[in-house]
């Protein structure tokens, strides 16, 4: 009984550890559904940037007096608790960047530069984000290569007896096979490590985007055996501007470098360079010190929260528990059309029907009425949720959507949270039907 009632303290306080929940929007309680997109920081994240910038503000890597020594520790230090808690080996396999996008970029212009010819196949999957679309495109166009997309089955899940059929069909054509782990749009949670040994199977490698797992699955490099994983700081209640890509160390050692220039060599010559270290050689010039090192504040305060809470089966169960708690209030209502199945995790898509929706991209939508009013509605209710196409375009079109709402949680979300959303999302749509 004391240690149910430690834990539901603990979850209650970690809303209070979030400066940002404080404040009224028009005299209502923010309530803030929009986690997918970016998470709110911590008090702890925030005090770290103004500790960094108030008391050892220098640069890394250069000078050797005491503020130098003290980032570059930090700096060093924040790769170390990113390493840690991915399981990677060292954190020579962890590479800075300012999110998930940058590195799927940085993958696919090095290692899928080096290693695609024309005529060999890419697979991605139906539900990527546009970030794991487009970089593969924009390298097509050079080179030539295939890009082949996993299909998704009638319960929203991705058809592995395809790619395992592919995999076989393609053999040594086949270089590389890049997923997204828990689709931002659907909340299906892929079997990452099935999609890697298949990749293993043919000699092609994996690359797993993270940016939505990382902040509620537990995540270990090495048992998944990917090749590189990518996250973004910000949906880890990190700052923006943070992130990583780990890539395994045997691949990073024949990888091309990336961007040229300051910190990422050892010696220059006017006619030749020679390479620094791993991780550096791929941290180009001045990086992101404050935020990268904030990162590492975020990863600790992210791993003690969710200890506290009785670990990530007890953050996945709250998750699954406010999804149905979500999604049974509007069973009865005919105009609740969900998108994907009601397995899933951090995120509730959906539409109202006979409205659409397009987010910031105004213009887009061309049938049915438009959904504006709804969303100012709640909006002016303090409740922030999401509406367009989610950087996944492909997805809706797949499925014949047009753009999408999206409700998606934090680990600061609550009942509380829920009831309101559900409430204000009833309202909004019977003032406007
Ligand atoms: C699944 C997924 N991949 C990649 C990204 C891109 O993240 P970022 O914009 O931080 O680079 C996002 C962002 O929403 C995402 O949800």
Same mark, same amino acid.
């Given at each position: 009984?004391?240690?149910?009632?430690?834990?539901?303290?603990?979850?209650?306080?970690?809303?209070? !550890?979030?400066?940002?929940?404080? !404040?009224?929007?028009?005299?209502?309680?923010?309530?803030?559904?929009?986690?997918?997109?970016?998470?709110?920081?911590?008090?702890d994240?925030? *005090?770290?940037?103004?500790?960094?910038?108030?008391?050892?503000? /220098?640069?890394?890597?250069?000078?050797?007096?005491?503020?130098?020594?003290k980032a570059t520790e930090?700096?060093?230090?924040?790769?170390?608790?990113?390493?840690?808690?991915?399981?990677?080996?060292?954190?020579?396999?962890?590479?800075?960047?300012?999110?998930?996008?940058?590195?799927?970029?940085?993958?696919?212009?090095?290692?899928?530069? !080096?290693?695609?010819?024309?005529?060999d196949y890419v697979i991605i999957s139906e539900m990527e984000h546009h970030s794991n679309i487009v970089p593969w495109q924009i390298l097509q166009k050079e080179i030539d290569f295939n890009i082949e997309y996993i299909p998704i089955n009638s319960e929203y899940r991705l058809d592995l007896d395809w790619l395992k059929k592919r995999a076989d069909e393609l053999k040594d054509?086949?270089?590389? %096979? /890049?997923?997204?782990?828990? =689709?931002?749009?659907?909340?299906?949670?892929? *079997?990452?490590?099935?999609?890697? =040994?298949?990749?293993?199977?043919?000699?092609?490698?994996?690359?797993?985007?993270?940016?939505?797992s990382v902040a509620r699955l537990k995540i270990d490099v090495q048992n998944i055996d990917c090749d590189a994983l990518v996250f973004s700081g910000h949906k880890i209640y990190g700052p923006t501007g943070s992130g990583a890509i780990y890539v395994k160390e045997k691949i990073l050692e024949k990888?091309?470098?990336?961007?040229?220039?300051?910190?990422?060599?050892?010696?220059?010559?006017?006619?030749?360079? /020679?390479?620094?270290?791993?991780?550096?050689?791929?941290?180009?010039?001045?990086?992101?010190?404050?935020?990268g090192i904030a990162l590492g504040e975020a990863i600790e305060w992210f791993n003690k929260t969710v200890t506290d809470l009785g670990g990530y089966e007890r953050l996945v169960e709250h998750e699954k528990s406010l999804i149905n708690r979500f999604l049974s209030n509007f069973e009865e209502m005919e105009w609740f059309k969900l998108f994907g199945s009601k397995e899933r995790l951090g995120v509730i898509t959906f539409n109202i029907d006979g409205f659409s929706f397009s987010g910031c991209k105004k213009g887009t939508v061309e049938s049915n009425k438009y959904g504006?009013?709804? %969303?100012?509605?709640?909006?002016?209710?303090?409740?922030?949720?999401?509406?367009?196409?989610?950087?996944?375009?492909p997805l809706h079109e797949r499925f014949d959507k047009g753009p999408t709402l999206?409700?998606?949680l934090g680990i600061y979300s609550d009942e509380a949270d829920i009831d309101r959303a559900v409430k204000l999302i009833k309202e909004g749509v019977l003032r406007v039907m």
């Open positions: 009984m004391k240690i149910l009632i430690m834990k539901k303290n603990n979850k209650n306080n970690i809303k209070k !550890q979030f400066p940002i929940f404080k !404040q009224k929007i028009n005299g209502n309680p923010l309530i803030y559904l929009d986690s997918a997109a970016t998470t709110q920081k911590p008090q994240v925030i *005090d770290c940037i103004e500790d960094y910038y108030s008391k050892y503000n /220098s640069n890394i890597h250069r000078s050797a007096h005491q503020l130098a020594r930090k700096w060093i230090e924040a790769h170390e608790i990113i390493a840690d808690f991915l399981n990677a080996k060292s954190y020579k396999e962890i590479i800075f960047l300012r999110n998930c996008t940058e590195g799927i970029n940085l993958f696919v212009n090095t290692y899928g530069k !080096q290693n695609l010819k024309k005529g054509k086949l270089k590389i %096979i /890049s997923v997204v782990h828990i =689709s931002n749009v659907l909340g299906t949670v892929n *079997d990452i490590k099935e999609i890697t =040994s298949i990749a293993h199977s043919v000699g092609a490698v994996s690359l797993v985007d993270a940016a939505q990888m091309p470098p990336y961007m040229g220039g300051g910190e990422m060599i050892r010696e220059v010559h006017k006619d030749s360079f /020679s390479l620094n270290e791993l991780p550096w050689r791929y941290e180009a010039g001045t990086p992101n010190i404050a935020d504006e009013e709804i %969303i100012n509605f709640l909006s002016s209710k303090g409740l922030c949720i999401r509406d367009g196409f989610h950087c996944a375009q999206r409700v998606s």
